[in-house]
């Protein structure tokens, strides 16, 4: 199986060059997730489009894990048919893409071989897997107790000045950061589940 994906990792086409013939890389799979391709257009777009923050020091690895686990996300969000989020959602997500990008975005899009109406649907369901997460993940209540071993853990944090806030003053805040990082717990897990039962087949570069 892996050597049938390797001939396909590159696509080419032929261009006559002179009395013989050239191959031009059009594109290059980087990894399969159940049957669907991740590209190197794909990560490039990504990054210069600032879907994905490029990690040091293999930001091409980064993002293509990223990628895989949103390919994950959202064959499992699928499954659950979640409504589809407002447009004027969808609106302001690619003005925000837009203005990040600025005079290049068309070419980025050019370059990449996607449509504005391509990248739509990607922030469509990049939203709908937002939603997802936070219906699903999204309800979690600390104790009280919790909340103040927390705070008390962190107390740098919570400092200021080098004197710590009163507990009063830092509850909502420190409930909020422990309330984040249990959910980043609980969904890296659920991903890694994702992962264990999917097909991921990563090519060599």
């Known amino acids: 199986m892996r050597n049938s994906f390797a001939a396909l990792a590159v696509a080419g086409c032929f261009v006559g060059a ?10 290059r799979i980087l990894a399969v997730v159940d049957g669907a391709l991740v590209t190197q257009s794909d990560v490039a777009i990504a ?23 949103r390919r994950l996300m ?26 990040r990008a600025g005079a ?4 980025i899009l050019l370059q990449g071989g996607i449509s504005v109406e391509q990248l739509r649907r990607q922030v469509r369901d990049d939203l ?11 309800a979690m209540q600390p104790s009280e107790e919790e909340i103040l071993k927390y705070y008390r853990d962190h107390a740098a944090v919570f400092s200021q000045n080098g004197a710590v806030r009163p507990f009063t003053d830092a509850h909502d805040v420190a409930k909020a950061a422990l309330v984040a990082e249990r959910r980043g ?9 994702l992962r264990k039962r999917a097909n991921v087949n990563v ?3």
Do not use: C, K, M, N
């Open 47 to 69: 990054v210069r489009l600032g879907l994905v923050p490029a990690a040091a020091p293999d930001p091409v690895s980064g993002v293509l894990d990223v990628l895989i686990e």
């Open 128 to 138: 709908r897997i937002d939603a997802y997460l936070q219906q699903r993940f999204g």
């Open 203 to 205: 090519l060599p570069r």
């Open 104 to 107: 290049q975005f068309d070419a």
């Open 18 to 27: 002179g009395a013989g013939l050239r191959a031009e890389v059009i594109d």
């Open 185 to 193: 717990v609980t969904i890296r897990d659920w991903i890694a589940g």
């Open 74 to 99: 959202l064959a499992e969000v699928d499954r659950y048919a979640p409504p589809a989020p407002p447009e004027a959602d969808v609106d302001r997500h690619v003005a925000d893409i837009r203005a």
